[in-house]
């Protein structure tokens, strides 16, 4: 997953800084999809909530 997502520009790889996992930063191309998908989902999050009556 974190190799397709750095494929798509969504994300960069960091400087390792010592032994351990390598860090990441989201770039503005995944923060711009980011902010899409949460909007997609809290619509249909209350789209749900209406049909439940609340």
Do not use: D, H, S, W
């Amino acid at each position: 997953m974190i190799a397709r997502l750095e494929a798509q520009g969504f994300i960069e790889a960091l400087e390792l800084e010592e032994r351990g996992r390598r860090p990441y930063r989201i770039t503005a191309a995944g923060r711009r999809v980011f902010q899409k998908r949460l909007g997609e989902l809290t619509r249909y999050q209350n789209a749900l909530l209406e049909l439940a009556g609340g």
